[in-house]
């Protein structure tokens, strides 16, 4: 049974909520089992709960303050400005998660569109089939003096070496008919390729980047979207370095 405390001369009365708030205590650690789950659907903790909470609070204390000693007029404000500010911050994660949402569903859409092209992803072997060679080319986070591919056999012997000279910062797609350091055509297998720069005889960054089609587009456990590729490697829709 639920009973409301009066206070002051003027008879005003105050629900066990209002009285739990001020106290900072909560009637709920003396509710049974079976009365739990009404309990905490009618104690509200939301932003909006609190400010209603706080407004009849603040109601019945005026009601009842004592004339020679009046209510801070400032501290009030600052109550009223901290409510205001948690209400505007739920709020503002409301409109991120759904913008987040619509993020994500826009970036499956162009993903999908990305089906049964070829791109340049990072990776470093690429595939030699009857004196041809899959796409393949570098990343530079910054502009290089010379820039130089070094392709190896599946036995790790260095079989060629590709000098591609001068090369801004960027992407940068390579085309190579698979040879021997002497010019004889590779034979068909795997390669592995590196790729090193140099800016003032230091050593720069650089990552390789092989071709593959996109097959299909997966959802990943991160919610983002990611590209299944011909070589069985799944990348990031940002991982695409460039669409061949």
């Known amino acids: 049974m639920t009973t409301n405390t009066t206070i002051g001369g003027s008879g005003t009365t105050v629900?066990?909520?209002?009285?739990?708030?001020?106290?900072?205590?909560?009637?709920?650690?003396?509710?049974?089992?079976?009365?739990?789950?009404?309990?905490?659907?009618?104690?509200?903790?939301?932003?909006?709960?609190?400010?209603?909470?706080?407004?009849?609070l603040l109601v019945a204390q005026m009601q009842n303050q004592d004339p020679t000693n009046p209510m801070d007029s400032s501290q009030m404000t600052s109550q009223l400005a901290?409510?205001?500010?948690?209400?505007?911050?739920?709020?503002?994660?409301?409109?991120?998660?759904?913008?987040?949402?619509?993020?994500?569903?826009?970036q499956q859409s162009q993903a999908a569109l990305l089906i049964g092209s070829t791109v340049l992803a990072p990776g470093n072997s690429i595939t030699v089939a009857s004196g041809k060679t899959n796409e393949f080319g570098v990343t530079l986070a910054n502009s290089v003096s010379d820039l130089q591919i070094v392709v190896k056999n599946s036995a790790g012997t260095?079989?060629?070496?590709?000098?591609?000279?001068?090369?801004?910062?960027?992407?940068?797609?390579?085309?190579?008919?698979?040879?021997?350091?002497?010019?004889?055509?590779l034979p068909d297998g795997t390669y592995t390729i590196t790729?090193?720069?140099?800016?003032?005889?230091?050593?720069?960054?650089?990552?390789?980047?092989t071709g593959a089609t996109v097959e299909s587009v997966v959802q990943q456990s991160s919610?983002?979207?990611?590209?299944?590729?011909?070589?069985?490697?799944?990348?990031?829709?940002?991982?695409?370095?460039?669409?061949?």
């Open 82 to 106: 901290q409510i205001s500010t948690v209400q505007g911050i739920s709020q503002l994660n409301t409109s991120l998660s759904s913008l987040s949402t619509q993020l994500s569903a826009g």
């Open 195 to 209: 790729a090193t720069g140099t800016i003032n005889g230091q050593q720069a960054t650089a990552t390789t980047l």
């Open 158 to 185: 260095i079989v060629n070496t590709l000098d591609l000279g001068k090369q801004s910062a960027g992407t940068i797609p390579v085309g190579w008919t698979p040879t021997d350091s002497a010019g004889n055509t």
């Open 223 to 244: 919610g983002t979207p990611g590209l299944v590729l011909s070589n069985g490697s799944t990348v990031d829709l940002t991982g695409v370095a460039a669409i061949l």
């Open 15 to 56: 629900s066990p909520t209002l009285l739990d708030t001020m106290n900072g205590t909560s009637s709920s650690s003396s509710a049974t089992s079976s009365t739990s789950s009404t309990s905490s659907s009618t104690s509200g903790t939301s932003a909006a709960d609190l400010q209603t909470t706080f407004l009849q």
